[in-house]
């Protein structure tokens, strides 16, 4: 024995359960959204903590000044923090987001494009700066950093170590390395463009 519903009904059943899915939807993205944001303030007091409570000794292993210049306990607190150390954005780039947007929807079918692009652009809307993970005091170290011109920021050949040289010095052990004839050999002139267009020969073949 079959029974199936009217049609004012089926719509009202189908109405209410892509509303359910939606709350759920937005429930569950919240809950998400709240532990990750608990992930990254816990991350932060963990990275702050570390490096309160490094000993001078153990800043010293990470951060290796062979230069002239002298550091300050910001500037080892902040090259103590690694070279691959991500700063928090003060500004969230959407214009470039946009942009991204736009050439990734551009294969899709004319539908699921702009389903994509909504979506993306309404997370944009609520989007917001992640709390910063550096003190004034450390991004103003950064910023000195950063504008002397008479040093070089290098990562350590072994370890997680942080090496700070004399522009001066870096230049000439540079050019000592490349006077040996026997290792390296001086072009008559630059074979980029030549590789470039052989590169795109291959491709187009």
């Known amino acids: 024995m079959k029974c199936g519903l009217s049609a004012e009904l089926a ?17 569950t993205k919240a809950h998400h959204l709240q532990k990750f944001e608990r992930f990254l303030d816990s991350k932060k007091r963990q990275e702050e903590s570390v ?12 951060v290796v000044n062979l230069s002239n210049t ?5 500037h080892k607190n902040v090259l103590a923090r690694g070279l ?21 929807s551009q ?17 944009l809307r609520s989007a917001k700066c992640p709390k910063p993970n550096l003190s004034r005091q450390e991004l103003q ?14 990562p350590a050949g072994i370890g997680r170590a942080t090496v700070i040289l004399d522009k001066v010095e870096y230049d000439e052990k540079v050019r000592q390395m490349l006077s040996d004839e ?9 074979p980029t463009p030549i590789y470039k ?3 795109g020969q291959f491709f187009l073949s």
């Open 70 to 74: 002298e550091l300050s306990t910001q």
């Open 84 to 104: 691959n150390f991500a700063i928090a954005p003060s500004v969230l780039p959407k214009e470039e987001f946009v942009i991204a947007i736009e050439k990734a």
């Open 51 to 62: 490096l309160d409570k490094v000993s001078e000794l153990q800043r010293d292993k990470w």
């Open 141 to 154: 170290a950064l910023t000195d950093l950063k504008r002397n011109s008479d040093i070089m920021i290098l």
């Open 11 to 27: 719509d009202t059943v189908f109405t209410h359960v892509l509303t359910v899915q939606e709350n759920e939807f937005v429930e």
């Open 182 to 190: 026997k290792t390296y050999e001086k072009l008559k002139r630059d």
């Open 107 to 123: 294969g899709m079918e004319p539908d699921e494009g702009d389903a994509f692009r909504n979506e993306v652009l309404s997370s």
């Open 197 to 199: 267009k052989k590169l």
